[in-house]
């Protein structure tokens, strides 16, 4: 019986759910009617549409929400397919910015949003599984297929925080100058003993080099080293997950290895992460250590010493990736490359070097 109720459509209480027969039959007309009554209205008379919706609401019927986005080939929805799992993602300030500004062109455009994390640690294997109209890519360093199968699929998308690939839509920030100028600062407060506190470059760093936001950053810096004659060679170098856990045991580390005047946190989070050990540890920030980060997150004016930082516009780049969607969704022209500038934000979490380290 329980198997013959779940094939026939019935509900948990045991009645079978109403199909458009019944509020074709209740209404006096056609199935079609009933399709046009909620899809094409305009094919119908407005008496007509009428007591057809009010036969549905009197039987409690509703039209599939699937079916109908397949009738129609869209799903209203755009996806944002991640380089992280839910988790990290979540904790991490920088997306909630980020999707901040995905939202507000969602909300103004009559669009659901839909978050799509790698399915076995593989973005690639997560694209089948989301029915949306089109992707804002996320962090994609490296291509393996995600191009390639998006397009295969005829589903339009945006990169964003990725490397830029000809003919595809992306957004960035000028990552190269940003992290440029807050070394230089540093360097001009007389600093040479730094120490950077890089995000994971991943696991095949060492056969590919680093990729994306990661890679413009780190030239951005070997340009300011150059500047005053020094190489990445003489800067000591972490490379941990973006976590303020994981800045505050770097930073912990860096301390009693390499005791640096700086430390440049090539994020936020890393940054707050380091003013954590430095507090712990009783080392006064920026009498004794400067430190910097790069995002400009709300937080990053919130702490004491206000924190000394890269601004980049993360909701601008939210707002600018999901247009750009929307636009080749629509069929609309294809927008270019675009990079956003990158600001640096001088605050108190820098100084002067210490006459004795």
Known sequence: MARRSVRSGRGNDGRAKPTSSDVAAAAGVSRAAVSFAYNNPHRISAATRERILAAAEELGYAPSTVARMLQAGRTNALGV???????TVMENPYYAQ??????????????????????RDSMLKAIPYAAVDGFVVCGLERD????????????????????????????DVDDRMGAREVVGHLLELGHRRLAVLSMDPGPDHAERGYRGPLSRRVEGIVEALAEVGMTMADVAL?????????????TKRLMAEHAPTAIVALSDVLAIGALDALHELGLDVPGRVS???????????????????????????GR???DFLISAIRGEDQHPHQYLSATLIVRE????????P
């Open 320 to 322: 600018t990736a999901a």
């Open 349 to 356: 979490s820098t100084g002067r070097v210490p006459r004795s």
């Open 238 to 250: 972490v490379e941990v997950p973006v976590t303020r856990t994981d800045g505050f045991q770097a």
């Open 291 to 317: 430190v910097t980060g790069f995002d400009d997150l709300p937080e990053a004016a919130w702490q004491r010493p206000r924190l000394t930082t890269v601004r980049q516009a993360i909701a601008t780049k």
């Open 81 to 87: 397919l991640l380089p992280q799992n839910l988790a």
């Open 144 to 171: 393996r297929g995600e191009v390639a199968e998006l397009e295969r699929r005829k589903i339009p998308f945006v990169l964003v925080d990725s490397d830029p690939q000809e003919n595809v839509p992306s957004v």
């Open 98 to 119: 980020f999707l901040m500004g995905v939202g507000q062109v969602c909300d103004q455009e009559g669009f659901t949003l839909l978050l799509s994390a790698p399915l």
